[in-house]
Every structure is written in structure tokens, then in C-alpha cells.
């Protein structure tokens, strides 16, 4: 499939900028400097980037990595599509409230691109990156502990994972998890808080939880390889 048939619409868009209101200009300035990833409307990655100077229905997006579709395609073929709509989610570390917006974008120099007809189409208090649903084998351990205990990643997104486990953890714990995204990379481990506690039964829990303190690198990371372990299920 060429790249332009991705972002090929039924219909004209609606027009978003005339929507939008003062409260909602007020609301896009606060997520200044998120890192967001940027996606075709049906999920497909494109590249992850930092929302700058958002506001009345436009911002600027600076460009920290390419998704499987920019580099297979290259820079050339989108800066000749010019301007075309996305999906853009990103976490606010403030409020820890995941944003979902929408907007057309285009080329603006090199790694920059601007977005206008910006506008937010979600909020929500849970990561709202693509969740895919996955059954890996991982360990838990405890902050401050040494033990690594076995646990499985019912499913995992850029900014959290939904594990279970025999043993008891509680809303507000900080724990270590380790898990293999690929067969052939080392483990990745990631440092998280538990937001969600679920008894399903005697030694049988699951767990809610949210990553802390991901650097720009394990973010990247993150996404492509939930990428790639959604084709490989797919």
C-alpha cells in the first residue's frame, strides 16, 4: 500500500478550528513541551516528537525519531503529500492524564513540522497510547528488594502494562519490571507504580501499572517494539 492511500478520507474533513473554544485554547497551551507520538489516523506510527507551543488550534512538532512508515518511505514523499491529518497522543506527567488530539500537519523545516486545525479529542486518566494485548512472561521486584518474582504481561502500551501475579502488591508500590518484547533482544526492565489492584482470586492478582521515569530512549523503544509485536500477532 503507497503511504498517500493512509491518509486518504470519505469526505472533506469537518472543520475543527471553528469548534474549538477559549477554554479549550487555555487547555492545549498547558501540554507545551509533551512528548507525543504521531500516527495515521488507523494507528500506524509515524514518528514520536515534542508538542511545542500549542494554542489556538495550532503548535509545532520537533521530531525525535522516525516510525517503520516515515523511514520506508522517506521524508521526500511526505513533504510532497503536504499537509495531511493525524492522530497525536501523548502523557501529561503533571495531571497524569493522557491526551489524545487530532490535526493536519505539515513539513515546516528540517525535523519540525507544523500542525494546524489542532484539537483535543480525549482526555482521559490512563495512558492513552495503543494497548496491545500480549501473554509474556516477566518478573516483579519490589523497590528496595532483591527478588525477582514471576509474573505475565496481559498487555502493554508506551506508557503501561497490566500484569498478574501470585503475590500481593497495593495501589502506590514501586516496582521493577523485567520482561523479553522480542525473542532475540535482552530484557527490558522499566520502573513502575501500581495504580490498579484486582483480587481475582486465592494467590491470584492483577496489576494495573504505570512506568516512571522513561527517558526519551526507552520511550522510542517502547513503541517500536509494541509495533512490531503487533504485526508479528497480527
Not at 34 to 48: A, C, K, Q, S, W
Not at 87 to 112: C, F, Q, W
Request: charge should be negative; glycine fraction near 12%.
Amino acid at each position: 500500500m503507497k503511504l498517500f492511500d493512509l491518509f486518504k478520507k470519505s469526505g472533506e474533513k469537518e472543520d475543527t478550528q471553528g469548534g474549538g473554544d477559549k477554554s479549550d485554547m487555555r487547555e492545549l497551551e498547558i501540554y507545551s513541551g509533551m512528548r507525543v507520538v504521531v500516527e495515521t489516523p488507523d494507528g500506524r506510527l509515524l514518528f514520536i516528537a515534542r508538542l511545542h507551543d500549542p494554542g489556538r488550534n495550532r503548535a509545532e512538532l520537533f521530531q525525535y525519531s522516525d516510525g517503520e512508515i516515515f523511514r520506508d518511505t522517506g521524508a521526500g514523499a511526505l513533504q510532497e503529500k503536504g499537509a495531511f491529518h493525524v492522530t497525536i497522543r501523548g502523557y501529561n506527567d503533571r495531571s497524569r492524564k493522557a491526551v489524545l488530539m487530532e490535526g493536519d500537519i505539515a513539513p515546516k523545516a528540517r525535523h519540525t513540522w507544523q500542525v494546524e486545525c489542532l484539537s483535543i479529542t480525549n482526555v482521559e486518566n490512563e495512558r492513552s497510547f495503543s494497548r496491545l494485548s500480549t501473554d509474556l512472561e516477566g518478573t516483579v521486584t519490589a523497590e528496595g528488594g532483591t527478588e525477582e518474582k514471576p509474573c505475565r504481561l496481559f498487555d502493554i502500551s508506551a506508557g503501561g502494562a497490566s500484569i498478574g501475579s501470585g503475590y500481593r502488591y497495593h495501589k502506590g508500590d514501586r516496582v521493577f519490571l523485567k520482561t523479553k518484547l522480542s525473542e532475540s533482544g535482552s530484557p527490558f526492565v522499566v520502573y513502575c507504580e501500581v495504580l490498579r489492584v484486582v483480587e481475582r482470586g486465592p494467590e491470584n492478582f492483577e496489576y494495573g501499572c504505570h512506568f516512571l521515569e522513561l527517558t526519551r530512549a526507552d520511550q522510542e523503544f517502547l513503541v517500536k517494539s509494541i509495533a512490531h509485536l503487533g504485526e508479528k500477532n497480527g
